[in-house]
């Protein structure tokens, strides 16, 4: 049965109307709209469909036949190709072991276990959305005008006035500046700061994807020993004493769980005000600590201007969103200033306004007390279903780490629970040397929902013991 084909010529404009068949045919098939197989009118039907002479439709077709876009037969009639040379390429894996081959396994999904991504469950989903849909409509019947590259002012004070509260960071909506998400804004930190070729501490373990940032952006990495009072500060300042940069999570260790103890913060703050460091503030799972307020920010004990803070709404909202924050020392905000608005402009207004009327309004607030609720209870029932022989089991923030005996091979684990709707995070690939790297997994809270709990924990109990 022929393929049902809209395709609308101008026969006003100068292309030639068979140019406009193949380029509309050609988008059809490289954007999925015709699935390979899918069967064609005749060039016959086609011209009598459009009204064109059978000669135009017969060009195009053979132009199409030459970019080995479609196949004709006698038997089988003109069909879109098995493997368009588009498709094939847009569709080829990453090559195995790559970075993005383990950036894409990492942030698979939905699945049970999965860290990184709130439960969507207990999201106002209908509120947001109703509170978006009127800012996509303001944003429709605004004047077309370029926005403010550092974000919207609405925004910008909302975030300001959050964090005084939840992380005791005193700062002005102009030292804030909207980015796409975490990454961007270590992106924008690290265009700003202009420190390629100097030496950065990083967490070990720490954020691999952090890590694989500040490699591209040509920074020579020295790995930093994390304990239960956070990176080891005094560490790093014995084996790396000329870093320029300092990237911790000391909220929440990621992945370990603890918080950097105040001796370390002010340890690492006296030491980068004394060499002229900077350090930039993960601030991950903002004040989602679940026993207990959270720890106040590093940026707030900062007296020398040396923190920038990146704070995103990934694990509060969803990380669909792609929408993030920072918060600039005030030598530094111009030009940060300076680069969003060149080099890294924030999303568009309405997601930005939405945001703003949700925070504004106390649904945000609301939603983290809810959302810290949930997730202890989930977390208690998790622990409750790991027996004491599946090996070592710590809180890790916001996932439980399972301790696996050495040698033992996360990765594949975790590649065998796929099939089965789970999707913990191996701890090896934290670490930024396989020599050091220990094994572990990472079982996420806010994917743990309890109903599902017994079956996923005892699934996994087994995969692992096909293992150990």
């Not at 135009?56 to 009639?77: H, M, P």
């Not at 969003?340 to 703003?356: D, E, F, N, R």
């Not at 050495?406 to 701890?427: K, N, Y």
């Not at 220990?438 to 699934?459: F, H, I, V």
């Amino acid at each position: 049965m022929d393929q049902p084909l809209k395709l609308e010529l101008d026969r006003s404009a100068k292309t030639p109307l068979a140019e406009q068949i193949r380029k509309g045919i050609s988008t059809a098939i490289e954007s999925g709209v015709l699935a390979p197989g899918a069967r064609l009118p005749s060039w016959l039907d086609l011209a009598a469909q459009l009204g064109v002479a059978r000669g135009t439709v017969r060009t195009a077709y053979e132009k199409l036949l030459a970019a080995q876009l479609i196949v004709a037969s006698r038997a089988a009639g003109t069909r879109v190709a098995d493997q368009p040379a588009a498709t094939a390429r847009f569709e080829e894996p990453p090559d195995p072991g790559s970075f993005m081959q383990q950036y894409l396994e990492m942030t698979a999904g939905p699945a049970i276990f999965q860290m990184g991504v709130p439960a969507q469950e207990i999201f106002p989903a209908t509120l947001f959305a109703r509170i978006r849909s009127q800012a996509v409509r303001a944003e429709s019947s605004a004047p077309a005008i370029y926005p403010d590259p550092r974000g919207e002012l609405e925004l910008r004070r909302e975030i300001a006035a959050y964090l005084a509260v939840a992380r005791r960071i005193e700062c002005s909506p102009s030292e804030v500046i909207i980015t796409g998400g975490y990454a961007n804004g270590l992106g924008l930190a690290l265009r700003v700061l202009g420190l390629e070729g100097r030496k950065a501490w990083v967490e070990d373990p720490g954020f691999p994807f952090s890590r694989r940032g500040l490699e591209l952006a040509r920074l020579s990495l020295a790995p930093i020993p994390v304990d239960q009072d956070g990176i080891d500060v005094d560490h790093g300042i014995r084996h790396a004493p000329d870093a320029a940069l300092v990237v911790v999570t000391p909220g929440q260790q990621a992945p370990l769980g603890p918080a950097l103890s105040l001796a370390r913060r002010l340890r690492l703050l006296d030491w980068a005000a004394q060499t002229d460091a900077w350090v930039i503030e993960d601030d991950y799972l903002s004040e989602l600590q679940l026993d207990g307020r959270a720890a106040p920010a590093l940026a707030s004990l900062d007296r020398a201007g040396r923190v920038i803070h990146i704070g995103s709404f990934s694990k509060t909202i969803s990380p669909a969103l792609r929408l993030g924050f920072l918060v600039a020392p005030p030598a530094l905000a111009p030009r940060f200033a300076e680069v969003a608005a060149c080099l890294a402009p924030p999303p568009g207004p309405a997601v930005q306004l939405a945001t703003a009327e949700f925070m504004r309004e106390g649904h945000y607030m609301r939603h983290l007390r809810r959302t810290k609720r949930v997730y202890a209870a989930q977390r208690d029932a998790l622990l409750k279903c790991l027996p004491p022989a599946a090996g070592e089991v710590t809180v890790a923030g916001l996932a439980v780490l399972l301790r696996l005996p050495d040698g033992a091979p996360d990765l594949a684990i975790v590649r065998e629970t796929g099939p089965f709707g789970m999707a913990p995070a191996p701890l090896s690939v934290w670490y930024a040397s396989p020599a050091s790297a220990q094994s572990g997994l990472l079982l996420g809270l806010a994917t743990a929902p309890q109903r599902q709990l017994a079956r996923s924990c005892d699934r996994l109990l087994g995969i692992i013991g096909r293992f150990t």
